[in-house]
């Protein structure tokens, strides 16, 4: 299991930008799926994005439609999570996660590292 730690979450306005950032192991970053999950409370997990080990990304298109773009940084073991456009259902705990490749990218148990999670919230 890879040692994942997120950050940049917080407190937003309505409409307004923010990046999330997932320190991981460089090899973790280079060789793994790597994915962003959110949970609000009394919810499921819920699928954000995914990046796979040769770049292709997936998104939760009905959640987060053009709003949110997946990118990483291999060399630095960074994976981000840029969302725009933000909202108020956007608020939830979001997670970084690692996967084996070839697993299905929008399952939760696909994964076997997780981070600790960072808190966003928005404000309408």
Do not use: H
């Amino acid at each position: 299991q890879a040692q994942l730690v997120e950050s940049g979450g917080g407190l937003v306005q309505a409409g307004d930008s923010l990046r999330l950032s997932c320190k991981a192991p460089p090899r973790a970053v280079m060789w793994y799926t790597m994915g962003w999950f959110r949970q609000a409370p009394g919810k499921e997990r819920e699928f954000v994005a995914a990046i796979s080990r040769i770049g292709t990304t997936t998104y939760n298109v009905e959640s987060v439609k053009g709003r949110f773009t997946i990118s990483r940084d291999s060399a630095q073991g960074m994976v981000y999570l840029q969302m725009g456009r933000l909202k108020p259902e956007d608020t939830a705990v979001y997670y970084c996660a690692a996967a084996q490749p070839g697993n299905p990218a929008a399952v939760p148990g696909s994964y076997d590292s997780w981070g600790q999670g960072t808190q966003v919230t928005v404000a309408s």
